[in-house]
């Protein structure tokens, strides 16, 4: 049976003070699971990077999202990442879901300070990235390939699942033992990821929601644990209602387009968008013209 869950927290908007959001210590979400969050809070990183770490003294561990290049997180993921004698750096292997600038720049600091330098995991940067998001990892992950957080038993009981979307290398991971899903960034707590174009794609983004529910339903996953916000229960009903906000959300905009056919972004940016603060827009037009581009796709 799976182990239970205690310390997993119900959904809440990420903005919203909860007594155990520090950066300072690692939460412990399970007996082998634990979440570090980085000191980037901000409006596109609600209280910060949650980098996961997945293992124990005995098996080493497996890091998700390292997070920015935080000279401080980056330690203090060392030093969680304990071996049986206290030491910190052991470290299996680093997960990048996808390269963003406060996901995947801690990870070759945090590989330099480990004294075996574990493997850097994760799906090359497309040419459609941002420059900021350039990446090459050590080793490329496969959609549905198994990996083994044990190396004494080497079943594999970690599953890639490549879901492009927030970016075209992004990728979760579904922890198959315990019905856990690590989002990354394709699913937050409080908030809907932002979609820019070109690397960013509405169309592979509502598919990959798709592949993650089919995924779910499957192994009977139990949580999502995103990469910004507290963890996320009954993984189904929450995509579901992602998905379903999304497509409410483009059936606005064909709704303002087809009111202006002639308008532009900035035409349709306040109609579409009049029920967030306007602070928002400038974020929300780049999902704005993901949506665009997808209804403009799916006219021809």
Not at 124 to 134: K, N
Not at 192 to 210: A, E, F, K, Q, R
Not at 249 to 277: F, H
Request: glycine letters at 6%.
């Amino acid at each position: 049976m799976p182990s239970t869950l205690p310390h997993l927290h119900p959904d809440r908007p990420v903005d919203q003070p909860l007594p155990d959001w520090q950066t300072s210590t690692a939460v412990r979400l399970l007996d082998n699971v634990l979440r570090l969050t980085a000191p980037n809070p901000g409006v596109m990183t609600g209280p910060g990077t949650n980098s996961y770490l997945i293992g124990t003294p005995a098996s080493g561990f497996t890091v998700i999202d390292p997070g920015p290049n935080d000279a401080e997180h980056v330690r203090r993921i060392w030093q969680t990442a304990e071996h049986p004698d206290g030491s910190g750096g052991n470290v299996l292997r680093i997960i990048c879901t996808h390269s963003h600038p406060d996901h995947s720049p801690g990870a070759a600091p945090l590989q330099a300070l480990c004294a075996h330098r574990p493997p850097i995991l994760g799906l090359p940067s497309a040419p459609t990235a941002r420059a900021a998001s350039a990446f090459t990892p050590d080793e490329s992950l496969s959609n549905q390939e198994l990996l083994a957080l044990d190396p004494r038993a080497p079943a594999g009981d970690l599953m890639v699942i490549h879901t492009p979307g927030h970016a075209a290398n992004h990728v979760c991971l579904l922890m198959l033992a315990d019905g856990l899903l690590f989002s990354g960034d394709h699913i937050l707590n409080g908030s809907t990821t932002v979609i820019d174009p070109p690397d960013g794609n509405m169309t592979h983004y509502l598919d990959s929601l798709d592949a993650l529910a089919t995924a779910c339903e499957t192994h009977q996953a139990r949580y999502i644990l995103p990469a910004h916000g507290h963890s996320i229960p009954e993984p189904l009903k929450a995509i579901a209602a992602l998905k379903a906000h999304r497509l409410k959300r483009e059936a606005k905009i064909r709704t303002v387009m087809e009111a202006n056919p002639q308008g532009s972004l900035d035409d349709w940016l306040p109609l579409a968008y009049d029920d967030v603060p306007s602070g928002i827009w400038p974020v929300a037009k780049r999902s704005l013209m993901a949506h665009v581009e997808r209804l403009q796709t799916l006219n021809h």
